[in-house]
C-alpha cells in the first residue's frame, strides 16, 4: 500500500451538496477502490480539503480522485507521498554532476 495525498478545491456548485451524507459516498468511493482514510480536513487557504489515503497503487487512487470529482464536482489533485527518511535515502543515492 501507497500513501497518496489528495488536494481538493470547491466549486460553487459544489458547496451546494455538501452533507455529512455526501461525505459517507465519497468513504464508499475511496474503499472501492481498495483505499483506505487516514484523514480527511477542511482547510483554508489554498485548498479547501486535505485527504491522506492509503492506496493499493496509482491506478486505484487516480480512479478514486475522477470518481470523486464525478460524484461531488470538487476538483482533486492527487499526489503520491514518501516519508522524510526514504526520501533522504533516495537523495543519497543520487550522484553528483
Not at 460553487?12 to 474503499?31: D, F, G, Y
Not at 480536513?41 to 464525478?70: C, Q, R, W
Amino acid at each position: 500500500m501507497s500513501i497518496f495525498m489528495m488536494f481538493g478545491k470547491y466549486n460553487r456548485e459544489a458547496l451546494k451538496n455538501v452533507s455529512a451524507q455526501r461525505t459517507k459516498k465519497v468513504a464508499k468511493i475511496i474503499e472501492k477502490n481498495g483505499g483506505k482514510v487516514i484523514s480527511m480536513y477542511a482547510v483554508m487557504g489554498e485548498h479547501d480539503l486535505v485527504f491522506t489515503l492509503d492506496f493499493p497503487d496509482a491506478e486505484k487512487a487516480i480512479s478514486a480522485s475522477v470518481g470523486l470529482n464525478m460524484l461531488t464536482g470538487i476538483s482533486f489533485s492527487t499526489s503520491p507521498v514518501v516519508d522524510v527518511e526514504k526520501f533522504d535515502r533516495l537523495v543519497s543515492k543520487i550522484e553528483k554532476i
